[in-house]
């Protein structure tokens, strides 16, 4: 199983290397970074479970993404239109709640 509930809490803003805001990158877009390389893996795995003919292992094999009810602190004039809407300081509180909202 994999479970996406990793990353940056209520911390003050700053910026990747690539410009991105830390929230936007770690909280949402790292979750598809990790997935993309453990995502054969996890194929794999699943196919050999459902070899066995056990129900229970057959289905086990999961992704699991969590948000949080922080989400309902987001602004609200999320828009999601542009990588710049995510790269520019707002309230720690806010930014969280952003990057929670788009899971």
């Known amino acids: 199983m994999l479970y996406l509930i990793a ?5 003050p803003f700053g910026l990747t290397k690539d410009g991105l ?3 936007f990158a770690v909280n949402h877009l790292a979750h598809f970074l990790l997935v993309d390389g453990l995502l054969p893996k996890m194929i794999e795995t699943s196919k050999q479970k ?6 229970t292992e ?3 094999t999961r992704i699991v993404a969590e948000s ?11 828009k999601c239109e542009s990588v710049e809407e995510f790269s ?5 509180t806010k930014l969280y709640g952003r990057s929670k909202l788009l899971e």
């Open 50 to 55: 459902a070899a066995t003919g056990d129900d």
């Open 68 to 78: 949080s009810e922080l989400h309902r602190a987001s602004p609200s004039d999320v």
């Open 21 to 23: 805001g830390n929230h």
């Open 7 to 11: 990353g940056i809490g209520v911390a």
């Open 88 to 92: 520019h300081e707002i309230d720690p």
């Open 58 to 60: 057959r289905w086990s």
